[in-house]
């Protein structure tokens, strides 16, 4: 009987410290920020690479049919020189 009043103690010990140190484990993976900066940057260029493209896509749109024929036409000219 005395055994296993021993055994049942030593076992709950055992719990005690397991359950300290998991709990000092998660409190230290919750303060840990270090691969926080890697995913705010690939948000960043992302957030930059749409809004790049829908900027030139809408000035494409806005310009494509005053700027881009004017535009051609000179490249056309400019190559085909005969002199």
Same mark, same amino acid.
């Given at each position: 009987m005395k055994? !296993?009043?021993v055994f049942v103690k030593d076992k709950a010990k055992q719990a005690q410290s397991?359950?300290?140190l998991q709990s000092a484990k998660l409190r230290f993976a919750a303060?840990?920020?270090r691969g926080e900066n890697y995913v705010? !940057?690939?948000v960043k260029i992302l957030i930059?690479?749409?809004l790049g493209g829908l900027l030139l896509a809408g000035l494409y749109?806005?310009?494509g049919d005053v700027v881009m024929p004017t535009l051609v036409t000179k490249i056309k000219e400019m190559f085909n020189y005969a002199g």
């Open positions: 055994n !296993s009043i397991f359950f300290i303060a840990n920020n705010d !940057s690939a930059a690479v749409v749109a806005l310009f």
